[in-house]
Antibody, heavy 116, light 106 residues
Framework: EVQLLESGGGLVQPGGSLRLSCAASGFTFSSYAMSWVRQAPGKGLEWVSGISSSGDNTYYADSVKGRFSISRDNSKNTLFLQMNTLRAEDTAVYYC?????????WGQGTLVTVSS | SYELTQPPSVSVSPGQTASITCSGDKLGDKYACWYQQKPGQSPLLVIYQDSKRPSGIPERFSGSNSGNTATLTISETQAMDEADYYCQAWDSSTVVFGGGTKLTVL
Protein backbone atom coordinates (compact mmCIF):
# COMPACT_ATOMS: atom_id res chain seq x y z
CA GLU A 1 0.00 0.00 0.00
CA VAL A 2 1.34 3.39 -1.02
CA GLN A 3 1.74 5.82 1.86
CA LEU A 4 2.93 9.41 1.90
CA LEU A 5 3.25 10.96 5.33
CA GLU A 6 3.99 14.66 5.62
CA SER A 7 5.37 16.29 8.74
CA GLY A 8 7.00 19.51 9.87
CA GLY A 9 4.10 21.91 9.60
CA GLY A 10 3.21 24.39 12.31
CA LEU A 11 2.93 28.03 13.27
CA VAL A 12 5.73 30.34 12.16
CA GLN A 13 6.16 34.09 12.14
CA PRO A 14 6.39 36.05 8.90
CA GLY A 15 9.95 35.96 7.64
CA GLY A 16 10.61 32.67 9.37
CA SER A 17 11.59 29.27 8.03
CA LEU A 18 10.18 25.77 8.14
CA ARG A 19 11.24 22.41 6.70
CA LEU A 20 8.61 19.93 5.60
CA SER A 21 9.26 16.22 5.19
CA CYS A 22 7.34 13.53 3.34
CA ALA A 23 8.07 9.90 4.17
CA ALA A 24 7.17 7.53 1.35
CA SER A 25 6.51 3.80 1.42
CA GLY A 26 4.81 1.13 -0.65
CA PHE A 27 6.43 2.03 -3.97
CA THR A 28 9.89 2.47 -5.47
CA PHE A 29 10.44 6.06 -4.34
CA SER A 30 13.64 6.53 -6.34
CA SER A 31 11.79 5.82 -9.60
CA TYR A 32 9.27 8.63 -9.30
CA ALA A 33 9.36 12.38 -9.61
CA MET A 34 7.64 14.06 -6.69
CA SER A 35 5.86 17.33 -6.05
CA TRP A 36 4.53 19.56 -3.31
CA VAL A 37 1.05 20.99 -3.76
CA ARG A 38 -0.59 23.40 -1.34
CA GLN A 39 -4.11 24.50 -0.56
CA ALA A 40 -4.84 27.71 1.29
CA PRO A 41 -7.86 27.61 3.63
CA GLY A 42 -11.04 27.48 1.56
CA LYS A 43 -9.10 27.83 -1.69
CA GLY A 44 -8.05 25.64 -4.59
CA LEU A 45 -4.97 23.54 -5.27
CA GLU A 46 -1.69 25.25 -6.13
CA TRP A 47 1.39 23.40 -7.33
CA VAL A 48 4.46 24.57 -5.42
CA SER A 49 7.49 22.59 -6.54
CA GLY A 50 8.61 19.40 -8.22
CA ILE A 51 11.75 17.28 -8.34
CA SER A 52 12.95 14.59 -10.72
CA SER A 53 13.41 11.01 -9.57
CA SER A 54 17.18 11.43 -9.22
CA GLY A 55 16.92 14.86 -7.64
CA ASP A 56 18.99 16.43 -10.41
CA ASN A 57 16.19 18.66 -11.68
CA THR A 58 13.96 20.92 -9.61
CA TYR A 59 11.06 23.16 -10.57
CA TYR A 60 9.20 25.91 -8.74
CA ALA A 61 6.09 28.01 -9.03
CA ASP A 62 6.84 31.69 -9.50
CA SER A 63 5.19 32.44 -6.16
CA VAL A 64 7.87 30.53 -4.23
CA LYS A 65 10.92 30.75 -6.50
CA GLY A 66 13.96 31.94 -4.58
CA ARG A 67 12.34 31.27 -1.19
CA PHE A 68 11.57 27.52 -1.24
CA SER A 69 13.90 24.64 -1.99
CA ILE A 70 12.87 21.07 -2.77
CA SER A 71 15.14 18.08 -2.23
CA ARG A 72 14.98 14.34 -1.67
CA ASP A 73 16.92 11.54 -0.02
CA ASN A 74 16.32 8.39 -2.03
CA SER A 75 18.23 6.29 0.50
CA LYS A 76 15.64 7.26 3.11
CA ASN A 77 12.59 7.48 0.81
CA THR A 78 11.99 11.03 1.95
CA LEU A 79 11.03 14.26 0.20
CA PHE A 80 11.74 17.68 1.68
CA LEU A 81 10.62 21.26 1.24
CA GLN A 82 12.72 23.97 2.82
CA MET A 83 10.64 27.13 3.13
CA ASN A 84 12.35 30.42 3.89
CA THR A 85 11.17 34.02 4.16
CA LEU A 86 7.64 32.83 4.78
CA ARG A 87 4.72 35.13 4.16
CA ALA A 88 1.12 35.16 5.35
CA GLU A 89 0.02 34.03 1.89
CA ASP A 90 2.06 30.83 2.30
CA THR A 91 -0.46 29.67 4.91
CA ALA A 92 -1.89 26.41 3.57
CA VAL A 93 -2.08 22.67 3.86
CA TYR A 94 0.96 21.27 2.06
CA TYR A 95 0.59 17.92 0.33
CA CYS A 96 3.29 15.77 -1.17
CA UNK A 97 2.33 13.69 -4.19
CA UNK A 98 4.06 11.33 -6.58
CA UNK A 99 4.16 12.11 -10.27
CA UNK A 100 3.57 9.49 -12.95
CA UNK A 101 3.16 12.27 -14.39
CA UNK A 102 -0.29 12.48 -12.83
CA UNK A 103 -0.53 12.78 -9.07
CA UNK A 104 -1.61 9.24 -8.35
CA UNK A 105 -1.08 9.34 -4.64
CA TRP A 106 -1.29 12.16 -2.10
CA GLY A 107 -0.38 12.43 1.53
CA GLN A 108 -2.81 13.65 4.17
CA GLY A 109 -1.15 17.06 4.24
CA THR A 110 0.53 19.18 6.88
CA LEU A 111 -0.73 22.62 7.88
CA VAL A 112 1.60 25.60 7.73
CA THR A 113 0.37 28.78 9.38
CA VAL A 114 2.33 32.00 8.92
CA SER A 115 1.20 34.56 11.45
CA SER A 116 2.55 36.86 14.12
CA SER B 1 1.66 31.97 -17.51
CA TYR B 2 -0.72 29.23 -18.54
CA GLU B 3 -4.20 29.25 -17.01
CA LEU B 4 -7.01 26.74 -16.70
CA THR B 5 -10.54 28.04 -16.15
CA GLN B 6 -13.36 26.09 -14.52
CA PRO B 7 -16.89 27.16 -13.57
CA PRO B 8 -17.06 27.76 -9.80
CA SER B 9 -20.10 25.57 -9.38
CA VAL B 10 -22.24 22.98 -11.13
CA SER B 11 -25.49 21.50 -9.87
CA VAL B 12 -27.04 18.20 -10.89
CA SER B 13 -29.98 16.06 -9.82
CA PRO B 14 -29.31 12.52 -8.61
CA GLY B 15 -29.25 10.08 -11.50
CA GLN B 16 -28.58 12.78 -14.08
CA THR B 17 -25.38 13.57 -15.96
CA ALA B 18 -22.99 16.25 -14.72
CA SER B 19 -20.45 17.92 -16.99
CA ILE B 20 -17.59 20.04 -15.69
CA THR B 21 -15.48 21.98 -18.15
CA CYS B 22 -11.88 23.15 -18.03
CA SER B 23 -10.67 25.70 -20.55
CA GLY B 24 -7.14 26.64 -21.55
CA ASP B 25 -5.31 27.77 -24.65
CA LYS B 26 -4.85 24.74 -26.91
CA LEU B 27 -5.56 22.47 -23.95
CA GLY B 28 -6.36 19.68 -26.40
CA ASP B 29 -2.67 19.57 -27.29
CA LYS B 30 -1.85 18.61 -23.72
CA TYR B 31 -2.99 15.81 -21.46
CA ALA B 32 -5.62 16.79 -18.89
CA CYS B 33 -6.45 15.01 -15.68
CA TRP B 34 -9.06 15.46 -13.00
CA TYR B 35 -9.06 15.21 -9.23
CA GLN B 36 -11.95 14.85 -6.82
CA GLN B 37 -11.66 16.34 -3.35
CA LYS B 38 -14.21 15.86 -0.61
CA PRO B 39 -14.23 18.02 2.53
CA GLY B 40 -11.36 17.22 4.86
CA GLN B 41 -9.79 14.75 2.43
CA SER B 42 -6.81 14.75 0.10
CA PRO B 43 -7.43 14.96 -3.64
CA LEU B 44 -8.14 11.74 -5.54
CA LEU B 45 -7.21 11.19 -9.18
CA VAL B 46 -10.35 10.23 -11.14
CA ILE B 47 -9.27 10.78 -14.77
CA TYR B 48 -5.80 10.90 -16.33
CA GLN B 49 -4.50 11.30 -19.88
CA ASP B 50 -7.78 12.98 -20.85
CA SER B 51 -10.02 9.93 -20.55
CA LYS B 52 -8.43 7.07 -18.62
CA ARG B 53 -9.79 5.93 -15.27
CA PRO B 54 -7.48 4.73 -12.49
CA SER B 55 -8.24 1.42 -10.91
CA GLY B 56 -11.18 1.66 -8.55
CA ILE B 57 -12.81 4.71 -10.15
CA PRO B 58 -16.39 3.95 -11.23
CA GLU B 59 -17.20 3.73 -14.93
CA ARG B 60 -19.64 6.62 -14.58
CA PHE B 61 -16.62 8.95 -14.56
CA SER B 62 -15.37 9.80 -18.06
CA GLY B 63 -13.32 12.51 -19.69
CA SER B 64 -12.59 14.13 -23.01
CA ASN B 65 -10.25 16.83 -24.27
CA SER B 66 -10.31 18.68 -27.56
CA GLY B 67 -9.57 22.15 -28.82
CA ASN B 68 -9.45 24.46 -25.83
CA THR B 69 -11.68 22.46 -23.51
CA ALA B 70 -11.43 19.35 -21.38
CA THR B 71 -14.61 17.93 -19.91
CA LEU B 72 -15.26 15.65 -16.96
CA THR B 73 -18.56 13.83 -17.27
CA ILE B 74 -20.24 12.00 -14.43
CA SER B 75 -23.12 9.79 -15.54
CA GLU B 76 -25.88 8.69 -13.19
CA THR B 77 -24.56 11.08 -10.59
CA GLN B 78 -24.84 9.92 -7.00
CA ALA B 79 -24.88 11.86 -3.74
CA MET B 80 -21.40 10.52 -2.99
CA ASP B 81 -20.08 12.37 -6.06
CA GLU B 82 -20.70 15.74 -4.40
CA ALA B 83 -17.23 17.24 -4.10
CA ASP B 84 -14.80 19.77 -5.51
CA TYR B 85 -13.26 18.82 -8.84
CA TYR B 86 -9.97 20.18 -10.21
CA CYS B 87 -8.53 19.85 -13.68
CA GLN B 88 -4.77 19.79 -14.13
CA ALA B 89 -2.32 19.96 -17.02
CA TRP B 90 1.39 20.43 -17.58
CA ASP B 91 2.83 23.56 -19.15
CA SER B 92 6.49 22.99 -19.97
CA SER B 93 7.89 21.69 -16.69
CA THR B 94 5.32 23.25 -14.39
CA VAL B 95 1.95 22.04 -13.19
CA VAL B 96 -1.23 24.06 -13.61
CA PHE B 97 -4.46 23.45 -11.75
CA GLY B 98 -7.83 24.88 -12.59
CA GLY B 99 -9.57 26.92 -9.92
CA GLY B 100 -11.91 24.07 -9.02
CA THR B 101 -15.61 23.38 -9.45
CA LYS B 102 -17.95 22.58 -6.60
CA LEU B 103 -20.37 19.88 -7.73
CA THR B 104 -23.65 19.92 -5.85
CA VAL B 105 -26.01 16.97 -6.11
CA LEU B 106 -29.52 18.04 -5.23
Amino acid sequence: EVQLLESGGGLVQPGGSLRLSCAASGFTFSSYAMSWVRQAPGKGLEWVSGISSSGDNTYYADSVKGRFSISRDNSKNTLFLQMNTLRAEDTAVYYCANQSPNFDYWGQGTLVTVSS
Amino acid sequence: SYELTQPPSVSVSPGQTASITCSGDKLGDKYACWYQQKPGQSPLLVIYQDSKRPSGIPERFSGSNSGNTATLTISETQAMDEADYYCQAWDSSTVVFGGGTKLTVL
